[in-house]
């Protein structure tokens, strides 16, 4: 069985660069392979396949498409909390899972060295501790660039 490795280039919100994938022939049936030409049309979902000589890797170029939005994930960007597995337990004391989630909130705080409202979802904890100690150090201290905000 021949492998043809490919340098394939990926467009897309979610990935960016250069992947290098190893294909099979069994992976492109249908290939029309011609040396006249300088490139390899795939009869799969709109593949490009181009290339010079076959001795060299092709260069494989693949159509990216988003089908979801990333979702905001229930955790504080300062403090590191996140949501606690536990048990619900009944009267007669059956156990069952359930989530506790973390208390999040929107605040727009200012930001006094960019001079500007900045817009974040935090925990309860976190505005305490952000009023206790400064938005400038609470966010040096958990590594956050709040310019990008």
């Known amino acids: 069985m021949a492998t043809i490795t490919a340098g394939i280039s990926l467009r897309g919100p979610a990935v960016s660069g250069n992947r290098t994938f190893a294909v099979t022939k069994r992976a492109l049936p249908k290939l029309k392979l011609s040396s006249e030409l300088s490139f390899l ?17 092709a260069s494989l170029s693949v159509p990216f498409k988003t089908a979801l939005q990333p979702v905001a994930r229930r955790i504080c960007p300062f403090t590191g909390k996140k949501s606690n597995r536990a048990n619900k337990v009944s009267h007669s004391n059956h156990k069952t899972k359930k989530l506790q989630f973390v208390n999040l909130q929107y605040k727009r705080i200012w930001w006094e060295e960019g001079k500007r409202f900045v817009k974040l979802r935090l925990s309860t904890k976190a505005i305490k501790t952000i009023e206790k100690n400064g938005l400038d150090a609470v966010a040096k201290k958990a590594g956050i660039d709040l310019s990008k905000k």
């Open 41 to 57: 049309t795939s009869q799969l979902s709109g593949i490009k396949i181009s290339s010079t000589n076959l001795s060299s890797p």
